[in-house]
């Protein structure tokens, strides 16, 4: 089992900038996958950016050039430069086991921590 826990978030103005973490703990598989979701009022959740533990990244169309996604050993972070009001969402972390850019039906969630960008 791995636990997940977010931290960072807040409250920003358009153009700032903002880094979340997610800690995990437990045990994970030699191979898997993590990243970041995010969801805004009355919008569905959708994958921002992800890394295999073999270091395969992936970015979302609407994040290239601004968010940078790293992982330390058990930290998972997310850098987000020039934050755009369409940025604004709550930002959760999500694992599997195996490889999967794409992180379709995560085994694991973080409890998720809230981005806003408001001017």
């Given at each position: 089992?791995?636990?997940l826990?977010?931290?960072?978030?807040?409250?920003?103005?358009?153009g700032?900038?903002?880094?979340?973490?997610?800690?995990?703990?437990g045990?994970?598989?030699?191979?898997?996958?993590?990243?970041?979701?995010r969801?805004?009022?009355?919008?569905?959740?959708?994958?921002?950016?992800?890394?295999t533990?073999?270091?395969?990244?992936?970015?979302?169309?609407?994040?290239k050039?601004?968010?940078?996604i790293?992982?330390?050993?058990?930290?998972m972070?997310?850098?987000?430069?020039?934050?755009?009001?369409?940025?604004a969402?709550?930002?959760y972390?999500a694992?599997?086991?195996?490889?999967?850019?794409?992180?379709?039906?995560?085994?694991?969630?973080g409890?998720?921590t809230?981005?806003?960008?408001?001017?």
């Open positions: 089992q791995v636990q826990v977010e931290s960072g978030g807040g409250s920003v103005l358009p700032e900038s903002l880094r979340v973490a997610c800690l995990a703990s045990d994970m598989n030699a191979l898997y996958t993590w990243g970041w979701f969801q805004a009022p009355g919008h569905d959740r959708t994958l921002v950016a992800s890394v533990s073999l270091g395969a990244l992936y970015y979302d169309d609407s994040v050039g601004r968010f940078t790293s992982r330390h050993k058990y930290i972070a997310l850098q987000m430069d020039d934050l755009k009001l369409e940025d969402a709550v930002y972390c694992a599997k086991d195996g490889l999967d850019l794409r992180l379709i039906d995560p085994q694991y969630w409890q998720g809230q981005v806003t960008v408001s001017s």
